[in-house]
């Protein structure tokens, strides 16, 4: 069986762009459109505004970096912040870190693996469990007592929608705080 010509260009490119190349050959768009989808950047940190408090602050919650590592990549500029995101979480990381008055930019990455990932805690101690309750309430936006409830059944997914480097971050910052966790890829 042969692809169709529109088709040919995007098959090695993964599960994503074939199903979006299927989708434009069936609207009629040519599957030029789907090859671009999956472009991956790095956000770099190029330097740090006055407060480097505030630039540390940021990094932390753009990257799921700890306190110790966020300190030494502010202090290491420049430095990637993020690695492997879409255009549109790259723009929204450049905001952030622009609202401190820090510089930063988009660049194209070295990251080929398009697939997001998941953490899920498996084990901590229970006397840490305000701890993670807030972790997790403010890696998803949920409030406290969903958060709470998240972790009555493990494994408790942390994150979703993470890019591998950031996926190994997170579980490096849980296991500082004695606990395990493990990386999935995240269904979508």
């Known amino acids: 069986m042969q692809a169709h010509p529109n088709l040919r260009p995007t098959l090695r490119r993964g599960k994503i762009t074939f199903i979006l190349a299927l989708a434009c050959l069936a609207l009629g768009i040519p599957a030029a459109y789907a090859e671009n989808e999956v472009e991956l950047n790095d956000v770099v940190l190029l330097s740090v505004g006055e407060n480097k408090i505030q630039a540390i602050q940021a990094v932390r919650q753009i990257s799921w ?31 952030a870190l622009e609202g401190v008055k820090c510089t930063a930019e988009m660049r194209p990455s070295k990251i080929t693996d398009a697939r997001r990932y998941a953490v899920f805690l498996t084990k901590f101690s229970a006397a840490n469990k305000p701890q993670f309750a807030a972790l997790i309430q403010n890696a998803n936006g949920w409030d406290e007592a969903r958060a709470t409830q998240a972790l009555t059944t493990l494994p408790a997914m942390v994150k979703e929608g993470m890019t591998k480097p950031e996926a190994e971050r997170l579980q490096a910052v849980l296991a500082t705080s004695n606990a395990e966790a493990e990386i999935r890829v995240a269904a979508k």
């Not at 970096?65 to 255009?87: F, N």
């Open 65 to 95: 970096m700890g306190l110790a590592q966020a300190k030494k990549l502010v202090e290491s500029a420049p430095a990637p912040v993020r690695e492997g995101v879409t255009k549109m979480e790259a723009a929204a990381a450049i905001k």
